[in-house]
Structures are given as C-alpha cells and as structure tokens.
T-cell receptor, first 113, second 113 residues
Framework: DSGVTQTPKHLITATGQRVTLRCSPR?????VYWYQQSLDQGLQFLIQ???????AKGNILERFSAQQFPDLHSELNLSSLELGDSALYFC????????????FGEGSRLTVL | AQSVTQLGSHVSVSEGALVLLRCNYS??????LFWYVQYPNQGLQLLLK??????LVKGINGFEAEFKKSETSFHLTKPSAHMSDAAEYFC???????????FGTGTRLTIIP
C-alpha cells in the first residue's frame, strides 16, 4: 500500500460527458502528480501541483483541468470526453516539489463509450 | 532533455532463470535513473534508483541494476525468476530541466512455469 488513495477505481461514461477523479496523497506529501496511461501512448505526465499551486504542466489537454485543495487532496476534471480519453489515470505524490521518488495510487480506469 | 528506451516490450523467462530487462538512456548530464514495477491492477512501485552513488544498485525483491556510462545502459536483472515477478517494468530518468520523471514504454515480463 503506497498510501496514495484514488477514487473511483473504475468509471464508465459516455462521450461528451464530464468526470472528476480524486486523489489523496500520502500523509506529509505536498506534491501531487497526474499521469495518463494508455496502450498507445504509455505513461504520460499531465500536471503537477505543489502545496496548492500548479507547478508543472505536461501533455494535458485543454479539456482537462486539475486543482489541489488546502487539505492537499487533488482532483482531475475531464470534460467533453472522447473515446480516446479512455485510459488509466494515476495520481502520484512526493514530499518535495522536484520529487525523484514518486508514490503511485492504484489508478482510476476510465472507459468512454 | 533526458530520455530512456526500453528494448523489448515483452520478455518471457522460465521460472528460476535469469531475468534481464534492458534500458538505455540518453542524457547530456549525469542521469538519475529508476526502475518501477507495476503489478496487475496496481499502481507503479519503485524497485530501485541510481543517483550517482554506487554503480550497482540493489532493489527490492532481489532485483538489481548496474549503471554503465560507457554503454549508456541501466539494465535490470534478477538471478532467479519467481512467478510473482510477472508484471510490467518501467525504466525512468529524471529530467533536471523540468524536474520530472520521464518513463520508458515498459516491458511486460511473463514467467513460464
């Protein structure tokens, strides 16, 4: 158990819909990272927050957004969903803003029909 | 920017045989290198890391990796495979530019009884 909690574990929705994925980092970790894992693109970094502030952006679509709340949990919002958004979304956390060791949650599997 | 290449998306070995998973890196500066493992339906877990100390790094579950600058390699090995080693393995490099981990495409390890 990494200590990182993600909900929901599975989500099935339709094209055009909006979903929210939630992540609680390990106790004491201030950094939260979001990754997307798909068969064709592998593990792609989406975005990072550190202590409530956006720190870095990766390959995140404009239809996607995230935030980190004062209690340090984070939410990833995916809107106007397309079939290609079907993937496993991972949250990871680390203590430092430039973490070299990440602790991953078990992921949220999104299926868009 | 730093990058890693994993050779072989699928590797099969017999139980008890040597496990060798290949990773080559590209970096203009001394790299920080990592191996992560993803068991079925789980998130990624750190196996071991190299951060410019000893070139032979020992990790969890009997795995080890050797940093070879002359070959720009960081291959993962285990002397004797167990059925429980069946998983997907990711090599990663820390990008000092954007302070992020960049993952390889992964190698799925299958253990043959």
């Amino acid at each position: 158990d990494s200590g990182v909690t993600q909900t929901p574990k599975h989500l099935i929705t339709a094209t055009g819909q909006r979903v929210t994925l939630r992540c609680s980092p390990r106790s004491g970790d201030l950094s939260v990272y979001w990754y997307q894992q798909s068969l064709d693109q592998g593990l792609q970094f989406l975005i990072q927050y550190y202590n409530g502030e956006e720190r870095a952006k990766g390959n995140i679509l404009e239809r996607f957004s995230a935030q980190q709340f004062p209690d340090l949990h984070s939410e990833l919002n995916l809107s106007s969903l397309e079939l290609g958004d079907s993937a496993l979304y991972f949250c990871a956390s680390s203590v430092a803003p430039s973490g070299t060791e990440l602790f991953f949650g078990e992921g949220s599997r999104l299926t868009v029909l | 920017a730093q990058s890693v290449t994993q050779l072989g998306s699928h590797v099969s070995v017999s139980e008890g045989a040597l496990v060798l998973l290949r990773c080559n890196y590209s970096s203009s500066v001394p790299p920080y290198l990592f191996w992560y493992v993803q068991y079925p339906n789980q998130g990624l877990q750190l196996l071991l890391k190299y951060t410019s100390a000893a070139t032979l790094v020992k990790g969890i579950n009997g795995f080890e990796a050797e940093f070879k600058k002359s070959e720009t390699s960081f291959h993962l090995t285990k002397p004797s495979a167990h059925m429980s080693d069946a998983a997907e393995y990711f090599c990663a490099v820390y990008n000092f530019g954007n302070e992020k981990l960049t993952f390889g495409t992964g190698t799925r390890l299958t253990i043959i009884p």
